[in-house]
């Protein structure tokens, strides 16, 4: 059959949503960006969800692959004109197909985000078909985090005997807690998404909105430290009043973390950022340890903090969403070993390549005349001025 393209987002569900949600962590960008699509969200990432379509734009078109035989769909895409194309499915000559379809539909593409080996067919066809240089933007690892004992153990960690399983080793992490963002965080948030979108070069339409959109679901979470105070005479432990020396500590946020709505069992951490000048202290990685056993373990009794010192909307997102797994995308330049050393499974990896106009060999400069010299001689005498 090949690729069957809809701008029908009902259609699109029914005919490709059991492909995507039977690899949920493989598929977690096209599932979270027909989620917003559908709620109009200004999800992070999230192919046209919170942004005006231009005049004269084509919309959102969604489609996926039916085999010759017939059988369940093998692949899917989502395209937004504006960013780049989200492909599922590895098969190079898929993606190479692809091609064809959209070029006979007239729809621009400015990129591709998809499996290395799709990514790579489709940036060759495409290139060739339209003439556009390509240009590497991006290229991650997936990783999914289950809770569970990983089955295959990285190298230099021992296996459990008798299991083939191992346990991650505890690593030690640095004193904070978690804390959920509220309306009163939005300023904070709105600085520091835009602050990540400069730094990974990534399109953000409206920080504001985003952040708005995060809180009103409990899915940006902070990494607070306590606050040290900044004068010897504010240490509380110095003040004379008694009741001052007990008094509690001051978190300072230091670092963030956003989630994704859960889909399909699914919760991705899509944002981790810390502070330029509190880096190296573990922060992310104890920020992204403690949302994702935050995640899995549910909400505790009602009234009480839920799991990791989180009060009530982690774990109620958790209890809504039914999530059985954490998903997280990092930059292909970390260790191999980097997530699995924390109990997160590698899936498989991704690209992001960019097009740009062709390029070719400089322009060879003609040839020019020597400049004329300009006539030389003795300085005019300047007036003299009378007084």
């Not at 690729?3 to 949920?24: E, I, K, M, N, V």
Request: glycine content about 12%.
């Amino acid at each position: 059959m090949g690729w069957c393209t809809t701008s029908d987002l009902d259609r699109f569900a029914a005919a490709a949503s059991g492909y995507l949600r039977s690899r949920a962590a493989e598929n977690t960008l096209l599932l979270s960006a027909a989620q917003a699509a559908r709620s109009g969200t200004a999800g992070w990432r999230s192919p046209g969800a919170g942004r005006p379509q231009a005049a004269g734009e084509p919309g959102l078109l969604f489609g996926w692959w039916e085999p010759p035989d017939g059988g369940e769909p093998r692949g899917a895409f989502v395209h937004d004109p504006a960013v780049p194309l989200l492909i599922s499915g590895r098969a190079p000559e898929m993606a190479a197909a692809l091609v064809g379809t959209l070029v006979r539909m007239g729809r621009p593409v400015c990129g591709v985000d998809a499996p290395t080996e799709a990514a790579d067919a489709f940036a060759a066809a495409w290139s060739q078909r339209a003439g556009t240089a390509v240009r590497a933007h991006r290229t991650c690892r997936v990783y999914r985090f289950t809770g569970l004992p990983p089955q295959t153990p990285p190298q230099g960690f021992p296996a459990l005997p008798g299991t083939g399983a191992w346990v991650p080793p505890e690593i030690p992490a640095p004193a904070g807690r978690l804390r959920v963002a509220t309306a009163a965080d939005q300023g904070l948030l709105t600085d520091w998404l835009a602050a990540f979108a400069a730094e990974a070069t990534e399109r953000l339409g409206s920080p504001s909105a985003v952040a708005a959109d995060l809180i009103s679901y409990g899915g940006a979470v902070l990494w607070e430290t306590p606050h040290k105070p900044g004068r010897f005479r504010d240490a509380p432990h110095y003040l004379a009043i008694p009741r001052h020396r007990d008094a509690a500590p001051c978190w300072e946020p230091v670092a963030l973390a956003t989630l994704d709505r859960p889909v399909a069992g699914t919760v991705r951490i899509s944002v981790v950022y810390t502070l330029p000048e509190r880096r190296g202290h573990g922060y992310a990685v104890a920020l992204t340890q403690a949302v994702s056993r935050a995640l899995l373990d549910g909400p505790g009794p009602a009234g009480a903090a839920g799991p990791a010192g989180v009060p009530g909307v982690l774990g109620s997102v958790s209890a809504r969403g039914c999530v059985r797994e954490v998903v997280l995308i990092t930059d292909k330049n970390r260790p191999d070993h980097w997530g699995s050393r924390f109990g997160y499974q590698l899936v498989g990896e991704r690209a992001v390549l960019r097009f740009g106009p062709a390029t070719g060999p400089m322009p060879r400069p003609q040839s020019t005349k020597s400049m004329p010299r300009l006539p030389t001689g003795p300085l005019p005498r300047l007036p003299r001025l009378r007084h």
